[in-house]
């Protein structure tokens, strides 16, 4: 059986892409407070369609501690590229784009290539922006 993106996410998936590659100017984003630490983050669902070679993963805070720099990592810097550090041993650190769900209180979506990261429903993980 072929792993699949639901219909939801893939049309949520288009409506972003679509407005990360109309070309328009970005306004200058205040930075993340605390950004260099990372935030403390729960994968909720991950889909790798291996066709497209993409991997979306659905994600919201860890814990507690992490709604306030993660609202603001998520309002402040939608459509950017941030660094991921799973909590394994030989996961290393990845690169992808992290988009708000408007639509999904304090949830967000990652995209990345379909070999990483090693991510499962359920995996904790670090989220920051990505060095310039």
Known sequence: MRNRIPKCVAAVLVLLLAGAADGAPRMARPPMPDSGAGVACRAMEVHTDSANHMTVVVFHQADEASVEAL???LQAHSGEAVEVNVDTAAS???RGTVFRLKSCFGRGL???PASAPPLKEGSKFLLRLAAS
């Open 71 to 73: 609202r603001t990592l």
């Open 92 to 94: 290393g650190t990845w």
């Open 110 to 112: 990652l995209l990345f």
